[in-house]
């Protein structure tokens, strides 16, 4: 499958554990099967994405492209392109900011709202921006497009994700910067 900007995501379907392969088109009775085998990370095919440029393939852990709407959630990339910051569109902190709107339809206004109270990561990988793309991790080359004009996210290693469904007790206010407000 390939984006609209020529990034190529290769064979999307998942392998299960037992060998049988699912298509993209099968996604929806992955239910079924969770529902019957408890199913870890691992026993799951990992995404692969090959850089258009360079032709790395960029491993994640992850069966496909994280749906944004689906899953009710924001995603940014950092500047460097390489880490993933994930939140709830129904986090208190995240609606204070912006209203009760989700994160692919904000516009200009808000998303700079959100940026300004967005703390860099923390690994130095620059700030959180909604004009980041996700980027080839050996040579930097655009290889997923930014929310706003992509709805599938790419979950790097090492990422932020503060969706509190699975991680409880997190929440975007621990990317804020300490105020909570924008710097003046």
Same mark, same amino acid.
């Given at each position: ?76 990339? +950092? ?11 129904? !986090? /208190? ?5 912006? &209203?009760? $709107? ?47 004009? +992509? ?11 503060? !969706? /509190? ?5 997190? &929440?975007? $206010? ?11």
């Amino acid at each position: 499958m390939k984006t609209a900007t020529g990034c190529d995501y290769g064979d999307t379907g998942s392998q299960l554990a037992n060998g049988s392969r699912l298509r993209n088109d099968d996604h929806f009775r992955v239910a079924f099967v969770f529902a019957t085998k408890e199913m870890k990370r691992e026993d799951i095919k990992p995404l692969v994405v090959k850089c258009p440029k360079c032709g790395f393939e960029n491993a994640f852990n992850q069966p496909y492209g994280y749906h944004t709407g689906f899953g009710n959630q924001g995603f940014l990339y +950092n500047e460097a392109g390489n880490r993933t910051l994930i939140w709830s569109s129904f !986090d /208190p902190d995240y609606i204070a900011v912006v &209203g009760n $709107k989700h994160p692919w339809t904000l516009g200009e206004e808000s998303q700079r709202r959100l940026e300004a109270i967005l703390q860099p990561d923390p690994s130095g990988g620059g700030k959180w921006l909604f004009s980041n793309p996700a980027r080839c991790l050996k040579c930097r080359n655009p290889i997923a497009e930014p929310i706003g004009t +992509n709805v599938y996210y790419l979950e790097y290693d090492g990422s932020l994700n503060l !969706d /509190p469904l699975g991680n409880p007790g997190r &929440g975007l $206010k621990d990317a804020m910067n300490v105020s909570g407000k924008p710097p003046l």
